[in-house]
Structures are given as C-alpha cells and as structure tokens.
C-alpha cells in the first residue's frame, strides 16, 4: 500500500496521459495522479495527446475539453475510432456542467465526467473504477486470445492426424488390392490366366461402372471385388481345368462351378468388399435373357457388379491370344460385345463400355508397354 494514498501498489503500473492547455492544470492533475500511485505523461492539447495516446497506450486518458487545435470531444473520437486504442478509458473534465455538453462527450465515446473543480477524491475514484474495469477487459482479452489459439494449435492437431489417417487408408487399401490380385492370380495360375488379364480386366470393370454413374466408393470396390471374379477355380480339378479339347458336359458341369466355389471361399463375410466380390463370383457367367449359368439369373436380378464384370472379363478374353485362338482387334472385340446386348450382356453395360472405348484402349495400351518393357 502506498502510504500517502493507500492506493494497492499495483496500480503504480498503470499509465495516464492528462491532456489539458492550461500549464496550471497539468501541474495540478499531474501532482495528483503521482501522489495516487500513477505514472503520468502529460500533453499541452488534443494533438499532441493524441500523438502520445498513439505511441504510449495509456491505461486511462484524462483530458479537458476546450483546447486549441483539437478540443477533448475530437481527442476523443480519435482515440475510440482507432481499434488500436479504442479501449483505453476516458475521463473528460469540463466546466459546462450542462446536459448537451454530456450529450456530446457521450456519443463521441468519452467512459466519464468530472466538472470543474475537480473534486481529488471523486477523481481518484473514478480513475480506479475505470483502471479496474480496464484491467478486467484486458484480462478476458488475453483470456479469450489464449483459448482462440489453444483452439486454433487443436484444430491443427486434428486436421494432421486425418491427413495421417488419409494417408494410411490409401496405403491399407493399396495394401488389400495387392494382396486381392496375388490371390487372384494365384487363383487362376494353373489356367494359365496372368496377373496381367485380372488387372486389365478389373480395370475396365473399374472403367464401366465409372461410366454407368456409380458412386466413386461402389468404383473402387468393383475394381477390387472384380479381381476375385474367378477365385472358385481353385477348386477345379486339373484334369479338367487344363484340358485341352472339348470339355464334355459332366466336365463342363463340373467347370461351371467355379461360380459356385468362389461363392463360398468369398461369403460369410461382414467385409462390405467381400460381399460384393461373392456377387461377382456368382454372377459374372449369367446372362441377361437368362441363358447363363449357374442360376439362370435373368436382366437386373443379375448383381450390376456380376454384369459389369461380364462385359469387361469377355472383352479381355477375346482380345487376348489363347492356345486355340489369336487376339481379336478392338473392332471385333467391341462388334461382338455389342451384338451380344440384350442377350449376353446389360444393355446399359454394353452401351458403358462403348461409350469408354479410348479409355478401354489406354489400359490395353499401358499393359501393353508394361509387357514389353
Ligand atoms: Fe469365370
Ligand atoms: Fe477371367
């Protein structure tokens, strides 16, 4: 406690700029605000306060209100425009002590009044009254801007780790799609079909249902599910697997089950991927008007997957060599596909894999030089 005063030392911190022309009144303001604790600066009008207002950032601004060259009022709508200083509280001293003169201080910002003569206690009160509010006001400012940025360095944390979290689900995907292609073909190894036929063809599948409108999460799924299409082989004996000649119609029973294994290698599953891949092994030997096999499945009660996968996995076959046959062109490849609509295959499929042809022929193209390379 100051002994003079009995004013909290803490406030000896705080600054005051009195702004007043008459040399008399600065000493007297100026003795006053010292002997209460203040450390005080003082200017000989409004511009010069101002100046000082500016530079210093004062805790409380005492100012008179005739001045030359900027009276009190202007001081103070200067201060309160500025967001700089707009806080710093304002005490006006005035010898009008008529309501407009009020008014006036009022609507240009001023936080006080004291009139002339100024009572020393009444300004000691007020000048604590308003360093207290002020001090609360820049509390809950530090306060509020120290939340803000624990919020902002949170919400930073947040946003890396999905970044992280991105990044490790591609890599889980591409992770699961390599080891979908690996089984795949080690699947279908002993029918001499390649890792290269289960990318080409789970590519144009991916290629079909992007053109059929299918959301890019059902894309990615085909393009993965469509890989495992012939997975039931397996469980296909050699002797009719590899057969070269003509199967006959036990054997061919026999083959035909291929759908019907690789249902039950890819069912059961609660993984939303591997019940499509079931869907795919099932269906992808249907055919639209029912002729196909292993139910005879007819049109839409066919999965779109199985007849996505239908169109992409004959284009392959017919545009690759075989023992028994050599590459057809692209033209007699897409001529047979679209021959085949409405018996073989999806209409809307066929239409799709048409529709795509150049996209259809880059796959073909880039595993092309992928072989040759
Ligand atoms: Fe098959
Ligand atoms: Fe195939």
């Not at 079909?208 to 495992?228: K, Q, T, W």
Request: charged share 25%; hydrophobic share 40%; net charge negative.
């Amino acid at each position: 406690m100051n002994k003079v005063t009995g004013i909290d030392a803490k406030l000896d911190k705080h600054l005051v700029i009195i702004v007043d022309d008459l040399p008399s009144n600065l000493i007297y303001f100026n003795e006053a605000l010292t002997t209460f604790g203040y450390r005080t600066v003082t200017a000989a009008n409004g511009k010069e306060g101002l100046e000082k207002v500016n530079a210093l950032i004062p805790d409380l601004i005492l100012t008179d209100v005739n001045m030359p060259e900027m009276n009190g009022y202007e001081l103070c709508a200067a201060v309160k425009g500025n967001p700089v200083t707009k806080d710093i509280p304002i005490i006006l001293i005035t010898a009008q002590d008529d309501r407009n003169s009020l008014i006036q201080g009022l609507d240009t910002g001023a936080d006080d009044f004291l009139i002339k003569p100024v009572n020393l206690s009444e300004l000691q009160a007020r000048v604590r009254n308003l360093l207290l509010v002020k001090d609360y006001r820049d509390h809950m400012k530090r306060y509020t801007s120290e939340l803000e940025t624990q919020v902002a360095m949170r919400t930073a944390e947040l946003n890396n780790a999905f970044v992280e979290l991105k990044a490790v689900n591609l890599q889980l995907k591409e992770s699961i799609l390599d080891t979908i292609q690996r089984l795949s073909t080690a699947a279908e190894y002993r029918d001499k079909e390649t890792a290269a036929h289960i990318w080409r063809m789970s590519h144009y599948s991916q290629i079909v249902a992007r053109s059929l409108g299918l959301s890019s999460e059902d894309v990615d799924n085909i393009l993965y599910a469509s890989a495992m299409h012939d997975v039931g082989k397996i469980g296909t004996p050699d002797h009719i697997l590899l057969k070269t000649g003509k199967l006959t119609a036990d054997e061919k029973q026999i083959m035909d089950e291929h759908t019907l294994i690789g249902e039950s290698i890819l069912g059961g599953s609660n993984y939303p991927l591997l019940e499509l891949a079931k869907e795919v092994a099932g269906g992808h030997h249907e055919w639209w008007d029912g002729t196909g096999y292993p139910r005879q499945l007819t049109g839409e009660n066919i999965p779109v997957a199985a007849r996505i996968v239908a169109v992409a996995d004959v284009y392959d076959a017919l545009t690759t060599k075989r023992v028994y046959k050599d590459a057809w062109t692209a033209d007699e490849a897409f001529a047979h596909i679209q021959a085949g609509a409405g018996t073989h295959f999806d209409p809307t499929c066929v239409a799709a894999i048409v529709n795509s042809r150049s996209k259809i022929e880059d796959i073909q193209r880039s595993d092309q030089a992928l072989k040759d390379s």
